[in-house]
């Protein structure tokens, strides 16, 4: 009985307690977990994991405390360390979605590999002089020489600038990895000269669920940036001024861009990069809403993430933010955290 009492000693004391206090045994146990028979590849399986992505500091705490009491007292206890090995293998998947996660991930290493090879030795590459003249025009290191750049090709290139902001508000922080050491901001920097080149990579390794988030992490660099509903509305207003600028270029003008896709190499590349972006946008879309418990209430934007880079910005815009997630106290917090 009075080895018991130690039980719960998250600093207050139970000495007046009665002496049924093995009852409150019961209370900090996690209810027990069954594993889920369907199992998906990591790629296509979303955060749906029961940790909140958002902990508040000062309850994390106490959480903690919790746990390490009950962890010390539970060590001699067989059907409880029998419990909780089933709970973290059902946390991480068991070793059963093994195969999966190494399926999806060759598969990924593949696609990517494949556009590599592509880029380097099978894409058009008729006017590589050309190319330079384009690339020195659009990064303003020529002066006005008389010649007008082709309105898509200027489209194009300004919205292939502001996809690397739109991925970094979809995969900070609900896309990180807890179950590997690979950060995703390397790749996010990349991306901004290599676009869907280099994050590809990042998806190859990327093993959900994302690490939770505390409250003072979220006024901080880059997640108060890329939380701020500011950041979403200046994107996706700047998104639909450049693709209007574009749409409203006359039949010669897109009939000269696509002359330009089929000779140019930089031209046909930046298109085949932001059509990866557009694809896989909708899954990055999914995998946050779930993450931030919004998919009952969010789901209707779903199909709009297929709109090419409008679908996902609209998303960031009506999206909750992470500081307004309710922070529930459970066993299966303390646990997994």
Same mark, same amino acid.
């Given at each position: 009985?009075?080895a018991?009492?130690?039980?719960?000693?998250?600093?207050?004391?139970?000495?007046?307690?009665?002496?049924?206090?093995?009852? !409150?045994?019961?209370?900090?146990?996690?209810?027990?977990?069954t *594993?889920? $028979?369907? +199992?998906?590849?990591?790629? =296509? #399986?979303?955060?749906?994991?029961?940790?909140?992505?958002?902990?508040?500091?000062?309850k994390?705490?106490?959480?903690?405390?919790?746990?390490?009491?009950?962890?010390?007292?539970?060590?001699?206890?067989?059907?409880?360390?029998?419990?909780?090995?089933?709970?973290?293998?059902?946390?991480?998947?068991?070793?059963d979605?093994?195969?999966?996660?190494?399926?999806?991930?060759?598969?990924?290493?593949?696609?990517?590999?494949? !556009?590599?090879?592509?880029?380097?030795?099978?894409?058009?590459? *008729?006017? $590589?002089? +050309?190319?330079?003249?384009f =690339? #020195?025009?659009?990064?303003?290191?020529?002066?006005?020489?008389?010649?007008?750049?082709?309105?898509?090709?200027?489209?194009?290139?300004?919205?292939?600038?502001?996809?690397?902001?739109?991925?970094?508000?979809?995969?900070?922080?609900?896309?990180?990895?807890?179950?590997?050491?690979?950060?995703?901001?390397?790749?996010?920097?990349?991306?901004?000269?290599?676009?869907?080149?280099?994050?590809?990579?990042?998806?190859?390794?990327?093993?959900?669920?994302?690490?939770?988030?505390?409250?003072?992490?979220?006024?901080?660099?880059?997640?108060?940036? =890329?939380?701020?509903?500011?950041?979403?509305?200046?994107?996706?207003?700047?998104?639909?001024?450049?693709?209007?600028?574009?749409?409203?270029?006359?039949?010669?003008?897109?009939?000269?861009?696509?002359?330009?896709?089929?000779?140019?190499?930089?031209?046909?590349?930046?298109?085949?990069?932001?059509?990866?972006?557009?694809?896989?946008?909708?899954?990055?879309?999914?995998?946050?809403?779930t993450?931030?418990?919004?998919?009952?209430?969010?789901?209707w934007?779903?199909?709009?993430?297929?709109?090419?880079?409008?679908?996902?910005?609209?998303?960031?815009?009506?999206?909750?933010?992470?500081?307004?997630?309710?922070?529930?106290?459970?066993?299966?917090?303390?646990?997994?955290?």
């Amino acid at each position: 009985m009075l080895a018991n009492s130690s039980v719960i000693s998250c600093n207050f004391s139970i000495s007046s307690l009665p002496l049924k206090t093995p009852n !409150l045994r019961t209370l900090f146990q996690s209810p027990p977990k069954t *594993q889920n $028979p369907n +199992r998906t590849i990591s790629f =296509l #399986r979303p955060c749906k994991c029961a940790t909140p992505i958002f902990l508040s500091r000062k309850k994390k705490g106490l959480l903690r405390i919790c746990q390490s009491s009950l962890n010390s007292q539970n060590s001699e206890d067989p059907v409880s360390e029998k419990r909780n090995s089933g709970g973290s293998e059902v946390a991480g998947n068991g070793g059963d979605g093994d195969g999966g996660d190494w399926i999806t991930s060759v598969l990924l290493f593949v696609l990517w590999g494949s !556009l590599i090879y592509y880029v380097f030795n099978l894409a058009p590459n *008729q006017t $590589p002089s +050309r190319d330079e003249y384009f =690339l #020195r025009k659009l990064l303003n290191l020529k002066g006005d020489d008389g010649f007008r750049m082709n309105e898509v090709l200027v489209s194009l290139w300004y919205i292939m600038g502001l996809w690397p902001l739109v991925y970094s508000m979809l995969l900070l922080p609900t896309a990180r990895s807890s179950k590997s050491n690979i950060p995703v901001w390397p790749f996010l920097i990349l991306s901004c000269f290599g676009g869907a080149y280099a994050l590809l990579p990042y998806f190859v390794l990327w093993r959900p669920p994302p690490p939770p988030v505390e409250e003072i992490e979220l006024r901080r660099w880059p997640l108060n940036f =890329l939380e701020s509903k500011i950041t979403a509305v200046t994107s996706i207003i700047a998104g639909l001024g450049i693709i209007i600028y574009a749409g409203f270029a006359n039949g010669d003008v897109w009939k000269e861009f696509f002359q330009y896709f089929r000779e140019s190499k930089f031209i046909h590349v930046t298109c085949l990069d932001f059509a990866i972006l557009s694809a896989f946008a909708p899954f990055w879309v999914y995998n946050d809403m779930t993450a931030r418990k919004w998919y009952d209430k969010g789901s209707w934007l779903l199909p709009l993430s297929l709109v090419p880079f409008l679908g996902p910005a609209l998303y960031i815009v009506l999206r909750p933010s992470l500081s307004a997630m309710p922070v529930p106290l459970n066993p299966t917090t303390s646990e997994q955290e």
